[in-house]
């Protein structure tokens, strides 16, 4: 299988690797040690586009960008709350994957915390992974971070905090013939069905926009500012809800809201949770 790796969280620099599924396994056995979990690596099992990205850290690597991927092999998904262990293992019994336990795993809240990887039935491209995509990968995975499911998701490999901390990791693997399939047809017709909600909406809008300006003619100052007032309030509201496995999500339909009313100028307004903030960040950044 294709592997990307980087060395720790802050950095963009990456390295090409060929892993065998007995290597990864060996991985589970022996998870790395790091006092610090924003020194150990990160991966994801997919293909690499050539000629690539070089990264900013180190020329001769290449970036840990969505531009560099053309397909993924494996699916990596990351659980800190929606769904015990147990239930996990119950659910995708029928297919194969490997589990491990989080770094925070015992640590950290009373939950079960811990990463999946499930080899796909064949490549996985990229083109697919939009909106539509998480829309249906949150079917699949109910409870899943939703971060697990953007073009470009490096997930943390096996790692502990202490040699005392393997009492508390564990792993599975679930070695059976049937690999996980990706239903593209699904997608398409979710996002077909998205297309037409958003169709309809703007239609609506329009229209009202429309009548509004027909019934009241132009509005004063002062009802703008109000209104301006009132759908930033409601964006508020709404980036308030972005707790975990739908911080991406959230803010996204965000960004989305504003963009739509003409209020993007007025982002740097609202405030999300302490833990969403770099997801904000990264919406925004995306749309400008």
Sequence with gaps: MDYIVKAKYYTDACKYMPVTEEEFVEFLKHPIIRKNKDYAPLGCFATVKKPWLPAADDYDSLAAVAENI???????????????????????????????????????????????????????SQDIMGRAYKQYMMKVFPGCDMTCFDRAHFQLLPCIRSEEAIDKYSYYIN????????????????????????????????????????????????????????QLKFAQSLLETAVIGQRHNICFQVVCYLNRKGLLDYAWSLTPPHDAAAEWKKCLDSIR
């Excluded at 800190?80 to 925070?104: E, Q």
């Excluded at 239903?183 to 009202?208: G, S, W």
Aim: with cysteine.
């Design 70 to 124: 053309s397909s993924y092999d494996c699916l990596q998904v990351d659980y800190d709350s929606g769904m015990s262990v147990k239930d996990f293992i119950a659910r995708y019994k029928a297919v194969k994957f490997w589990l491990y336990t989080s770094y925070n795993h015992g640590f950290k809240g009373e939950f079960d915390r811990f990463r999946a990887v499930f080899p796909l039935d064949g490549p996985m």
């Design 175 to 230: 070695d059976v013939d049937a690999l996980l399939h990706i239903d593209i047809d699904e997608i398409q017709k979710i996002d077909e069905d998205n297309r037409h909600k958003q169709y309809i909406c703007n239609m609506f809008e329009d229209a009202r926009a429309l009548f509004n300006d027909e019934l009241y003619g132009n509005r004063d100052e002062d009802d703008y500012e109000r209104r301006v007032t009132n």
